[in-house]
């Protein structure tokens, strides 16, 4: 009975101490994540002006029926949807490639680390800076394009066509994020014990199979998250896409759900319809990964 009340005061103490750490992490969450949805929810059940001094109406859902009619909205879920298949599809897998590619290197691994990093750290202001000017008439881009299709001195309208500013925001993203999502897929495959490929060579597996049977399976949760974080990074998209239009390009083929947000809420001081879309945008980011999430469901990987 002694040892059974001990271990007991044992446990009383860890629970203690562990709300004593979750505590402010808690708080943190509740003013800065809980608060601002909950309160964007109740926002958009009214017709509110940003800067107006009159108390807001109460119009229920006339906002969202607003915006499920508007083909202005329809076109930005439009054109979040591209960009966020465009973009996280390809980066998963070549962040997976470049990183099968750093790992299998004897030599220069930090290096390439580092260099594929390295455009993760600057912020996307600077990065949509960068890729103006490259993208500029008689850019870097322009160049590039005529010397290896033999074109020279032809303008492929990066930032005036519609179909190439897509792919220009795309080209932005892609090169910014790849070597961040590089890095969670070293983590992963460094994890992965080197016996276990060890005991595939002594099977005769070669470098294809052993990727394919081992190195997959074995990296399914990595690539979950990995697949997870780079789509709610890409439908959450904005800075590049407000520059390129502040820079001239079209805003009719980018103008991303957050973009139409912004302009609604500061432009035209709608923070009713504002919120609403915001609300929409949170439940189409929370469908998704639910969907990724139920899609890749398995057993839990063990080595």
Not at 85 to 112: D, E, N
Not at 190 to 212: E, L, M, V
Not at 215 to 243: A, D, G, R
Request: with cysteine; proline share 5%.
């Amino acid at each position: 009975m002694k040892t059974l009340g001990l271990n007991r005061g044992i446990e009383h103490q860890k629970n203690r101490w562990g709300w004593i750490f979750v505590v402010p992490a808690l708080i943190f969450f509740t003013f800065f994540s809980f608060y601002p949805i909950f309160n964007a929810l109740y926002t958009s059940l009214f017709k509110k002006k940003l800067l107006s001094l009159k108390p807001p109406t109460f119009i229920g859902l006339d906002n969202y029926i607003y915006l499920l009619n508007s083909p202005d909205f329809w076109n930005s879920i439009r054109a979040t949807i591209v960009f966020t298949l465009g973009t996280f599809i390809p980066m998963v897998i070549f962040s997976l490639i470049f990183a099968q590619f750093i790992v299998t290197r004897k030599r220069f691994q930090k290096f390439f680390q580092m260099a594929y990093y390295s455009p993760a750290v600057l912020s996307s202001v600077v990065v949509a800076a960068i890729w103006l000017i490259i993208f500029d008439p008689r850019g870097l881009s322009n160049q590039l394009v005529n010397f290896i299709m033999n074109t020279p001195g032809v303008d492929h309208k990066w930032l005036a066509n519609a179909t190439m500013v897509q792919i220009s925001t795309i080209l932005v993203y892609f090169w910014k994020y790849v070597g961040y999502f590089t890095i969670i897929f070293i983590v992963g495959l460094a994890a992965i014990p080197k016996t276990i490929y060890d005991a595939a060579k002594i099977d005769g597996i070669n470098a294809w199979t052993g990727f394919r049977y081992i190195t997959l399976p074995l990296l399914k949760p990595t690539t979950i998250l990995v697949s997870i974080m780079s789509m709610l990074q890409c439908l959450k998209t904005f800075s590049t896409q407000y520059l390129f239009t502040q820079g001239g390009a079209p805003i009719e083929p980018i103008n991303v759900i957050t973009l139409n947000l912004y302009h609604t809420a500061i432009r035209d001081h709608r923070i009713g319809r504002a919120s609403a879309m915001s609300i929409i945008l949170f439940v189409i980011m929370l469908s998704f990964t639910w969907l990724q999430f139920k899609a890749s469901r398995s057993d839990e990987i063990s080595y």
